[in-house]
């Protein structure tokens, strides 16, 4: 066995120049593009980690614009129940008002259809009551539709004041109204009993008028005295619609 | 019959004779370099079948510097790479009939050595410098400065008898029961041999690491940030 120097020296020039060959054709570019797969993977990792930072971040800011969308729709809601309850408080009072008011014109209408039917009544009342004294006066005499007047209206007329009663039957006969034609006798005391009052003489003239149903009414320029039921019935009617 | 372990020029250069295993080893060169270059013509971020081999042994490389030696596998990667894949393909050089693996002799496996031997001291030095790569023989006490200095010589020759011993006795062991048996009985020897190639590549990969890992020492560990004074 013998060992060749050549050889080795031969050999060991080539094992370097493989070595520079397959450090610089195969080794370094291999290397390269596992590092460039690595950095493009990493790459993408942030990228996707970007994302998803993103992503997280706009999911975030949609939360809270939800949120602040949400907040507002409340405040509205909140408002707009506000505002629906103060219309409605408005409606209501309006609504009382206008029925206060329509309580008040109803209370009013039916006051004056209770007046106005009160004096219907009070009306239907005194047509009753003048029919009733009619009819019971058709049972009484005659001479009670007058007589029994005369007293009165003498009182009535000596009552007016001195200026009134100095006028009374100084341009002519007083007028005078009866519940029917007195008689002869009945015309005398009246003509008497008035001329006492007035202090002179003095001449009537007498128109019968059955309305006056029982009585007298004189009718001077200067007074009117009523002495008789109509007079007396209309006062009474007068006086219960002024009481109720 | 000749000396099989002798070897006669094939041709001469000069002065310089050629002998049979530096042609075959120009062979594997172009035939390495030929590969290198047409693999890495259409590399891509999406790797195709050939590729993806490619980055698998380059990562299998990585992975196994990065464990041995815990540093990055930048620097030594064409060392260990190389040394792989040309032992690798010259041991497996002997399935091609009439051609004789280059490490079946002591010249190249010694060439081989001596590119590992000189990788731990330029690796060593550059490393540690040279006062810090010497002062490496005298750990861990100066002691051993005569034994690590022997050791140095001792496992590069390791190297080469390893590697040279189970590769020639193979290439013997198959020519011989060729020439005795006939010619299809000493294949389960070569299936073999194809088995033994393949592992001596990965020992003498590993083991130009080990040495070469030896040399640089540990990768200086990262220094924790330091706490800050509080006064409370």
């Given at each position: ?36 797969r690595q950095d ?205 | ?81 190389t040394i792989f ?53 005298a750990e861990p ?92």
């Amino acid at each position: 066995m013998n060992f060749d120097w050549w050889t080795l020296a031969l050999q060991t020039i080539n094992v370097v120049v493989l070595l520079w060959i397959l450090a610089r054709f195969l080794f370094r570019p291999v290397a390269r593009i596992i590092s460039e797969r690595q950095d493009a993977a990493h790459a993408a990792l942030d990228a996707a980690q970007a994302a998803q930072a993103e992503a997280r971040a706009a999911r975030d800011a949609a939360r809270a614009e939800a949120e602040t969308i949400q907040q507002q729709h409340a405040e509205q809601l909140a408002q707009a129940r506000a505002e629906a309850e103060r219309e409605k408080k408005r409606l209501l009072a309006d609504t009382q008002t206008a029925l206060e008011k329509t309580r008040a014109e109803t209370r009013a209408e039916l006051d004056q259809m209770r007046q106005a039917e009160a004096q219907d009544m009070a009306r239907q009342a005194g047509a009753l009551a003048i029919d009733m004294a009619g009819r019971l006066l058709a049972r009484l005499p005659e001479s009670a539709r007058i007589g029994g007047f005369i007293e009165g209206l003498a009182e009535a007329v000596a009552a007016l004041p001195e200026t009134v009663r100095s006028s009374m039957g100084e341009a002519g006969p007083l007028s005078l109204r009866a519940a029917r034609a007195p008689t002869e006798e009945e015309t005398a005391r009246i003509r008497a009993r008035l001329s006492e009052v007035l202090g002179r003489e003095v001449e009537i003239a007498v128109t019968p008028d059955t309305d006056l149903i029982a009585g007298l009414e004189l009718d001077a320029p200067t007074a009117i005295v009523r002495n008789h039921f109509r007079a007396d019935f209309e006062r009474i009617r007068e006086e219960l619609a002024a009481d109720e | 019959m000749d000396n099989p372990l002798s070897l006669a020029p094939l041709f001469h250069l000069g002065p310089v004779p050629i002998t049979a295993p530096v042609v075959v080893t120009w062979g594997l060169i172009a035939v390495l370099s030929l590969f290198a270059l047409v693999s890495t013509r259409k590399l891509s971020l999406r790797p195709g079948k050939t590729q993806t081999v490619l980055e698998l042994f380059v990562s299998t490389i990585d992975a196994q510097v990065r464990e041995t030696m815990n540093r990055e596998p930048a620097p030594f990667r064409p060392l260990v790479g190389t040394i792989f894949l040309f032992v690798l393909v010259a041991n497996w050089s002997s399935l091609i009939p009439g051609v004789e693996p280059p490490t079946a002799h002591l010249e190249t496996d010694a060439a081989l050595a001596l590119v590992v031997f000189a990788a731990t001291i330029g690796f060593g030095i550059a490393t540690r410098g040279i006062k810090g790569y010497l002062a490496t023989f005298a750990e861990p006490s100066w002691v051993m400065i005569p034994l690590n200095i022997v050791e140095q010589i001792t496992r590069t020759f390791s190297l080469i008898v390893r590697l040279f011993g189970n590769i020639m006795s193979g290439v013997f062991v198959v020519g011989i029961i060729l020439s005795l048996a006939g010619l299809f009985v000493p294949i389960p020897l070569m299936a073999l041999d194809l088995l033994t190639g393949a592992v001596q590549a990965y020992i003498f990969a590993v083991l130009a690491t080990v040495f070469i890992g030896a040399a640089v020492g540990d990768a200086p560990r990262p220094e924790r940030p330091k706490k800050e004074d509080t006064v409370p």
